[in-house]
């Protein structure tokens, strides 16, 4: 706080913003977001500051609950057998798991960001697409067969959502 006050005086900035953690009287932490301005005078002076301290102690503790629900999410995702891959609306693969990675015989950093459409991913088939279209469309699971040329993946389930179409092979 006091380095933001320091460049505001010197009027490398006019505002601030940031996070700050505070230890209530009885012990506990409250979160705040602290917002400070430098009132000036009509020469451009300072004056004064305003500051404004908003209490957003349950915005850090949901956040750091989705952090704990991503966290054992990617444990689950790490450890099952069954391929795993979520896919954006433009579907392009924002996600993928080991194996995967395996059964493709493909490393994640090359299928991050590519984009699945029917002949451009070797499991997509045209009904497997048409069934993911469908999910993806419809934001409803749906279930599907589809071939991968080294094994045949016999299921494929979806699971959709506002971002996008998540599906695992088996």
């Not at 505001?8 to 409250?30: P, Q, S």
């Not at 067969?145 to 959709?160: D, N």
Request: proline share 4%.
């Amino acid at each position: 706080n006091q380095d933001y006050m320091q460049r505001a005086l010197r009027g490398e900035i006019d505002t601030y913003h940031l996070e700050k953690r505070y230890l209530h009287r009885d012990g506990h932490v409250v979160w705040g977001h602290l917002s400070g301005s430098l009132v000036r005078d009509d020469d451009g002076a300072p004056r004064y500051f305003i500051s404004q301290i908003q209490d957003i102690t349950e915005r850090k503790a949901a956040e750091a609950n989705l952090a704990a629900a991503d966290q054992r999410t990617r444990q689950v995702l790490e450890s099952i057998t069954d391929g795993f891959l979520a896919l954006d609306q433009s579907w392009r693969i924002i996600d993928v798991n080991p194996a995967l990675e395996r059964m493709l015989g493909r490393e994640r950093d090359e299928l991050l960001g590519e984009v699945v459409c029917q002949g451009s991913f070797p499991v997509v088939s045209a009904s497997l697409f048409a069934a993911l279209s469908e999910a993806m469309s419809e934001r409803r699971p749906v279930s599907a067969e589809g071939h991968y040329p080294r094994r045949k993946v016999s299921r494929c389930f979806s699971e959709t959502s506002p971002s996008g179409s998540v599906q695992t092979w088996s």
